[in-house]
Nanobody
């Protein structure tokens, strides 16, 4: 069982930055692929970014590519999402997710993930 706790959300003006953190419980964090998803009011949950368990490969939604960066610190059991040049359309609840251990499939879909955090609100004002 893995528990995920997100933090770092808040209110920021357009053009600003935030860094989200996701702290994971468990001793095998390094074996999990990690992802970030977001869900805006009235919309479906959408993929934002992911990083393979090996840490060497990252994936991004086109809408955030070049602005967001996902990274992980396995020693701290934490994955991060650095968000720069934020736009009002980035406003959503952001969720952290962990895949099954050693997952090698497609990271873009929610079905790739076994564990989910409760989410943290990000609001970008214009």
């Amino acid at each position: 069982q893995v528990q995920l706790v997100e933090s770092g959300g808040g209110l920021v003006q357009a053009g600003g930055s935030l860094r989200l953190s996701c702290a994971a419980s468990g001793r095998t964090f390094s074996s999990y692929g990690m992802g970030w998803f977001r869900q805006a009011p009235g919309k479906e949950r959408e993929f934002v970014a992911a990083i393979r368990w090996s840490g060497g490969t990252t994936y991004y939604a086109n809408s955030v590519k070049g602005r967001f960066t996902i990274s992980r610190d396995n020693a701290k059991n934490t994955v991060y999402l650095q968000m720069n040049s934020l736009k009002p359309e980035d406003t959503a609840v952001y969720f952290c997710a962990a895949s099954i251990p050693g997952y090698t499939g497609n990271y873009y879909y929610p079905d790739a993930y076994r564990y989910w955090g409760q989410g943290t609100q990000v609001t970008v004002s214009s």
